[in-house]
């Protein structure tokens, strides 16, 4: 059975730090690319990053570049999202995905959690004073 369950959410500081794990199991971790995806309160689903099998290539979209760091353990077949210089804009629940964003989610900002073949439960981030 293939499980994601992503974990290191909490609440902090505009400018603070957070990582967020997910760990996986049931697959062969270093075959797929992984993915982050978020959803803002009331808005839709957002790409964040995604990274390749090996390890490259990582990918962001352009709001959290410089911030946010993407890398995997292919060891322990856990995916990290290191977030750090956080901002109000960034509270969302924190998704990890299997599989690489179709074009409409990268581009256009089309984004669901049925693009992917599995995704977590997601994790709660929220920035704020």
């Known amino acids: 059975e293939v499980q994601l369950v992503e974990s290191g959410g909490g609440l902090v500081q505009p400018g603070g730090s957070l990582r967020l794990s997910c760990t996986t199991s049931g697959f062969t971790f270093t075959k797929y690319f992984m993915t982050w995806v978020r959803q803002a309160p009331g808005k839709g689903l957002e790409w964040v990053s995604h990274i390749g099998g090996s390890g490259t290539p990582t990918v962001y979209t352009d709001s959290v570049k410089g911030r946010f760091t993407i890398s995997r353990d292919n060891v322990k077949n856990t995916l990290f999202l290191q977030l750090d210089s956080l901002k109000p804009e960034d509270t969302a629940m924190y998704y990890c995905?299997?599989?690489?964003?179709?074009?409409?989610?990268?581009?256009?900002?089309?984004?669901?959690?049925?693009?992917?073949?599995?995704w977590g439960q997601g994790t709660q981030v929220t920035v704020s004073p």
């Open positions: 995905a299997r599989g690489v964003p179709p074009f409409d989610c990268t581009s256009r900002s089309q984004c669901s959690l049925s693009d992917f073949s599995y």
